[in-house]
């Protein structure tokens, strides 16, 4: 099945301990590699739809310079849409509160751009989920950030934690995607390079 792949030394470049599990999940061996301080920002005209993708290949570019010739690197990037509010990660207890506040009782898009990265390609895409909330309670919006501090998670929630368990009523799209990494899109892209 991944033939294809052999002659290539495949690289995580994230430190999600989500797209590692969902990575590995694949079945596919692979390295992760980090480097410190990639800048997470965009263009403020860029569309919403387009920001993730964006992010995820300027990281790709942080690599270009440092690849083997035989290295495909798989970055990633995640955002959170709702009511045109581009959500990242939350800085603190009082901004994951303002953007469960946000989320609850909507639906929202999930949105994670992806770069697939090697020394004569480049493919970038993205793939978007919507999720939809019931009304969350002061009270489970706090249980959740004391007890889970979701602070590296884009609008401040995992889905395949309790708020997830207790909130999400609907789901369209790629739970994957949602956890941070589409990899049945990724495993198709990779069967394509």
């Not at 884009?154 to 909130?167: F, L, P, S």
Request: hydrophobic residues 40%.
């Amino acid at each position: 099945m991944f033939d294809k792949l052999k002659h290539y030394h495949i690289i995580l470049a994230s430190n999600s301990p989500r797209r590692r599990e969902l990575l590995g999940g694949l079945g596919l061996d692979y390295e992760v590699r980090v480097l410190p301080d990639i800048a997470e920002s965009y263009p403020s005209d860029l569309p919403v739809e387009q920001i993730a993708e964006y992010i995820a290949g300027e990281k790709a570019d942080a690599y270009r310079k440092l690849m083997a010739p035989n290295d495909l690197i798989i970055t990633a990037d995640t955002i959170v849409v709702v009511d045109g509010e581009v959500m990242g990660k939350p800085i603190d207890a009082d901004d994951a509160r303002r953007m469960l506040n946000s989320l609850s009782a909507k639906t929202h898009q999930v949105i994670t751009g992806v770069c697939l990265l090697t020394a004569t390609k480049q493919r970038l895409f993205s793939v978007v989920t919507d999720v939809t909330f019931k009304q969350l309670s002061d009270e489970e919006i706090d249980y959740y950030i004391e007890h889970y501090r979701p602070f590296d998670k884009a609008g401040a929630y995992g889905i395949q934690e309790w708020i997830g368990y207790v909130g999400v009523t609907a789901i369209k799209g790629s739970y994957f995607n949602v956890m941070g990494l589409p990899v049945q899109r990724i495993y198709d892209e990779l069967q394509r390079l």
